[in-house]
């Protein structure tokens, strides 16, 4: 945990992992991830990022090689996701879109 830098490309619609030292480990795209914009690494170390204009959030591992989930989409009321959190202690998951923030609890 903490051995990895997740930057988002907006541009270029992909993930890239990148070692401490800044050697890329991985470049990551797919069609869920367009325009991608927040990242958030879990305390478990699950990556979850934004697709801004594809309108969802997706689980990718933590080489950022594949995508493990799609766990929101506009179905879901996710519209321009900006920024994503896992939260915890409440076990649920947050994401900013435009001026709101729409909370996923599991259940």
Known sequence: MGDKIYVTNMDKHTLRTLAIDGTVISTFSDPDLNNPRGVHVTPGGQVLVCGYASNTIIQVDSQGKNKLATL????????RPCSVFFSFSTDSVLVGIEQNVIVFKET
Do not use: F, L
């Open 72 to 79: 929101a989409t506009q179905k879901d009321g996710v519209t």
